[in-house]
């Protein structure tokens, strides 16, 4: 089985900064892009940012200059840095991977439970 455990969401002041984590645990055999995706009420959900396993990001739009997305592959782990956050950026983020479990195995998507983070004064 495979795990995709977030931690960091919480409630923060517009302006303020949180970390996420993520990370992945289980029959892991290789992981390629890892992102965050985030909901906001009556929203679809949209990707945050991705990064490959040899360190490429891209970011939403509405992101960019803002949140740092970065991983140790050591620990198959994804992070999250935002900064500079705004009520819009209020969701569930959640994370992504695209792993295989085996040598021989197709990369497939696998999901985290989701982490709150609300900003607001």
């Known amino acids: 089985q495979v795990q995709l455990v977030e931690s960091g969401g919480g409630l923060v002041q517009p302006g303020g900064s949180l970390r996420l984590s993520c990370a992945a645990s289980?029959?892991?055999?290789?992981?390629?892009?890892m992102g965050w995706y985030r909901q906001a009420p009556g929203k679809q959900r949209e990707l945050v940012a991705a990064?490959?396993?040899?360190?490429?990001?891209n970011y939403v739009d509405s992101v960019k200059g803002r949140f740092t997305i970065s991983r140790d592959n050591a620990k198959n782990t994804v992070y999250l840095q935002m900064n500079s956050l705004k009520p819009e950026d209020t969701a569930v983020y959640y994370c992504?991977?695209?792993?295989?479990?085996?040598?021989?195995?197709?990369?497939?998507?696998?999901w985290g439970q989701g982490t709150q983070v609300t900003v607001s004064s």
């Open positions: 992504n991977a695209e792993l295989k479990k085996y040598r021989f195995d197709y990369y497939s998507g696998y």
């Open positions: 289980g029959s892991i055999f290789s992981i390629n892009t």
């Open positions: 990064i490959t396993s040899g360190g490429s990001t």
